[in-house]
């Protein structure tokens, strides 16, 4: 399945969005998210962007016939990826939690939330290209698609944010390290706050069904606020994406018994099988080590014959034994090494 960007000129009246979504769906396709992206025309109708999932083999220029059938104007097209899926306004709240910590990362933050990139101007580069002003810096932002009026106030805003930051003066940003998976992508890595729990929140549930069940033994589509709270406290590691806007891991290590620790990760599903989970349990296991823990434990379902295989990849040795239905995994770790 591929994930296309859609923009389609919607009228505001009764039905219409009913009527776009039917379109849509008799092409084959679904909608996995929509959002207005342009302010209203002098004909009534708004600008709304469209992330659309075509099956395998399907033709995404059935979908635009589909709905310009339909009597809804299409005025974009263009492939879409999976880390796109995270819901905008929490996109928005991160990268704005992002710029109080560090204003100076606001010319990264506001790329991302135009899912933009810095350009050179005088380069070669993308089809259009819109000039910013941070403080005495001209930014340039560009991208396949045109920029809407809307979307440029939301990015005027979170600059506004970070020069009034500035002038106060900002808080130290939290200690991160970047992580260079196997595939060439890039992460953060840095311990988890409290207010991070929005993200976490977000991660969750763009999970699929079976990944929350690896992770929570349930496909719970819904965390409550407490156990959010639970997960990004004590020590938590959370992977986000390179430009800090969206989680995609979280690794738990949480107290057990005396001298051991229960481990657990959550990797969202469009980063599985890019080695993000090993590096994020080898990570858990240093951190435990350091800790004065001796022994690593976590739970599986009976099928689930892929932790076991994490266990190894991330240099680990597990004995299991099976617990009312439940498989119990047990590591020891090594004694870290100490300095005279």
Same mark, same amino acid.
């Given at each position: 399945?591929?994930?296309?960007?859609?923009?389609?000129?919607?009228?505001?009246?009764?039905?219409?969005?009913?009527?776009?979504?039917?379109?849509?769906?008799?092409?084959?396709?679904?909608?996995?998210?929509?959002?207005?992206?342009?302010?209203?025309?002098?004909?009534?109708?708004?600008?709304?962007?469209?992330?659309?999932?075509?099956?395998?083999?399907?033709?995404?220029?059935?979908?635009?016939?589909?709905?310009?059938?339909?009597?809804?104007?299409?005025?974009?097209?263009?492939?879409?990826?999976?880390?796109?899926?995270?819901?905008?306004?929490?996109?928005?709240?991160?990268?704005?939690?992002?710029?109080?910590?560090?204003?100076?990362?606001?010319?990264?933050?506001?790329?991302?939330?135009?899912?933009?990139?810095?350009?050179?101007?005088?380069?070669?580069?993308?089809?259009?290209?819109?000039?910013?002003?941070?403080?005495?810096?001209?930014?340039? =932002? +560009?991208? !396949?698609?045109?920029?809407? &009026?809307? *979307?440029?106030?939301?990015?005027?805003?979170?600059? @506004? /944010?970070? $020069?009034?930051?500035?002038?106060?003066?900002?808080?130290?940003?939290?200690?991160?390290?970047?992580?260079?998976?196997?595939?060439?992508?890039?992460?953060?890595?840095?311990?988890?706050?409290?207010?991070?729990?929005?993200?976490?929140?977000?991660?969750?549930?763009?999970?699929?069904?079976?990944?929350?069940?690896?992770?929570?033994?349930?496909?719970?589509?819904?965390?409550?606020?407490?156990?959010?709270?639970?997960?990004?406290?004590?020590?938590?590691?959370?992977?986000?994406?390179?430009?800090?806007?969206?989680?995609?891991?979280?690794?738990?290590?949480?107290?057990?018994?005396?001298?051991?620790?229960?481990?657990?990760?959550?990797?969202?599903?469009?980063?599985?099988?890019?080695? =993000? +989970?090993? !590096?994020?349990?080898?990570? &858990?296991? *240093?951190?435990?080590?350091?800790?004065?823990?001796? @022994? /690593?434990? $976590?739970?599986?379902?009976?099928?689930?014959?892929?932790?076991?295989?994490?266990?190894?990849?991330?240099?680990?040795?597990?004995?299991?034994?099976?617990?009312?239905?439940?498989?119990?995994?047990?590591?020891?770790?090594?004694?870290?090494?100490?300095?005279?």
């Amino acid at each position: 399945m591929a994930l296309w960007r859609v923009h389609v000129e919607l009228e505001d009246r009764p039905g219409r969005l009913g009527e776009l979504a039917t379109a849509v769906g008799d092409a084959g396709c679904n909608i996995i998210s929509l959002h207005v992206v342009g302010e209203p025309t002098d004909a009534g109708s708004v600008t709304d962007e469209l992330l659309v999932r075509v099956p395998d083999g399907g033709n995404p220029a059935d979908l635009v016939t589909a709905v310009e059938q339909a009597g809804i104007p299409c005025t974009l097209l263009v492939r879409a990826d999976a880390t796109e899926l995270s819901d905008p306004a929490t996109t928005a709240l991160a990268l704005a939690r992002m710029v109080a910590a560090d204003p100076g990362s606001a010319p990264r933050a506001v790329a991302t939330m135009l899912r933009a990139r810095l350009v050179d101007p005088g380069a070669d580069g993308p089809a259009h290209v819109h000039g910013l002003r941070v403080g005495g810096q001209q930014l340039h =932002l +560009g991208r !396949a698609w045109p920029f809407t &009026a809307t *979307e440029l106030s939301r990015a005027a805003a979170l600059l @506004e /944010l970070a $020069a009034q930051i500035e002038l106060r003066g900002a808080t130290p940003a939290p200690a991160q390290r970047t992580l260079l998976l196997k595939d060439g992508s890039e992460v953060l890595l840095r311990a988890a706050t409290a207010s991070d729990a929005p993200l976490v929140g977000a991660m969750h549930a763009i999970c699929s069904p079976h990944t929350r069940r690896s992770r929570f033994l349930s496909p719970t589509a819904r965390l409550t606020p407490e156990a959010l709270a639970r997960l990004v406290g004590g020590g938590a590691i959370l992977a986000l994406t390179a430009d800090g806007g969206s989680a995609v891991a979280l690794a738990n290590v949480d107290p057990d018994e005396p001298g051991t620790a229960v481990v657990a990760l959550l990797v969202a599903d469009a980063w599985q099988g890019r080695g =993000l +989970g090993t !590096a994020l349990l080898r990570m &858990a296991a *240093e951190t435990a080590a350091e800790r004065g823990v001796s @022994e /690593l434990v $976590a739970s599986a379902r009976t099928e689930d014959i892929g932790s076991t295989k994490l266990f190894r990849r991330a240099g680990l040795l597990p004995c299991a034994e099976i617990v009312d239905g439940t498989v119990r995994l047990r590591a020891s770790l090594p004694v870290p090494a100490t300095t005279a």
